[in-house]
């Protein structure tokens, strides 16, 4: 017996809450990975790490926030709880391979198919894992090119959002990145979930609307928490909300006028306080090009 799905079963609110979701992991994402990339001596695998997770979670509950609204009319769904949590690890752990290879590898074409695709795979490995935990009274089946067109989906946003983390630095730059990075993860959420075709076993039996969101719904506190958290680690990080500081800014070209004492700069901390005077040990001063004026020397 073909069951009766709907995928909206509270109209427009899971399906906005998930792009929500997912636009906040990405953002985090995209911030962490930029924050590594640009401050390399500053815990460079500890903010990958932390990209990578919040890319993952916010795409994990972003699936399972739309999956509240998710129901076959004649027979009630519940989840395994093994499953679901392992399709977090999946989603976690093959984001954070393609991340980790192209913060340590660089923003080539190559590490950035290589990483898009591993990352692409992960999320379409989460989805249909996911799946894979949802118990009802029947059998899910999935229609091919349309499972092929939510992997391709998946693997292109990927590829996209490891792109806009290695290339886009503003902030609104990184806002508007992480609002196509969510619409492009939920276009590839209900895409696949337009492959679904279920097939019930036996008599209908009424469903309870309220039996899976019971489930998924004290599930998701815990990631949703790990977000929060996150966006505040990354709010208050005084590199991320200022920028660089003025001493580790480029100097600008200052031209010496004759008569006119060259301007000093103020000793960084850990530098003596002499520090114009004598060129630390190991390294040769190079003087600038004489061009109509004097460049001060770079030591």
């Known amino acids: 017996m073909q069951g009766t799905v709907d995928g909206f079963s509270y109209g427009l609110v899971t399906p906005v809450a998930a792009y929500l979701m997912a636009c906040l992991g990405g953002a985090l994402g995209l911030r962490c990975t930029t924050r590594s990339l640009r401050h390399r001596n500053t815990f460079k695998a500890g903010w990958l790490a932390l990209g990578a997770t919040s890319i993952g979670t916010g795409i994990w509950t972003m699936h399972f926030i739309a999956m509240m609204g998710f129901s076959v009319e004649q027979a009630p769904i519940s989840y ?47 989805h ?30 990927a590829t996209t959002a490891l792109w806009a983390a290695v290339s886009v630095h503003g902030f609104l730059a990184s806002l508007g990145a992480s609002l196509v990075m969510g619409l492009a993860v939920s276009g590839m959420h209900y895409t696949a979930m337009a492959a679904v075709n279920v097939h019930l076993h036996g008599a209908p039996v009424p469903g309870s609307g309220d039996t899976a969101t019971s489930l998924l719904l004290p599930m998701l506190v815990g990631p949703a928490v790990f977000l ?64 109509g004026g004097h460049r001060s020397q770079d030591w």
């Open 228 to 291: 929060l958290l996150a966006a505040v680690v990354v709010m208050f990080d005084p590199l991320l909300v200022l920028g660089d500081p003025d001493w580790q800014r480029p100097a600008a070209r200052v031209v010496h006028r004759p008569g006119v004492p060259a301007p000093r700069r103020a000793p960084a901390y850990g530098e003596p306080a002499n520090w114009s005077a004598r060129p630390p040990s190991g390294r040769v001063a190079r003087k600038g090009a004489h061009r």
């Open 128 to 157: 249909y894992l996911g799946m894979a935990g949802m118990r009802l009274q029947g059998r899910i089946d999935y229609d091919t090119p349309t499972v092929a067109l939510s992997v391709l989906i998946a693997v292109v946003a």
């Open 80 to 126: 395994d709880r093994p499953l679901t949590f392992a399709s977090l690890g999946v989603a976690v752990g093959m984001v954070g391979v393609g991340i980790f290879i192209v913060g340590y590898r660089g923003a080539t074409p190559l590490t950035l198919v290589t990483g898009g695709t591993i990352t692409g795979l992960g999320i379409a490995t989460m």
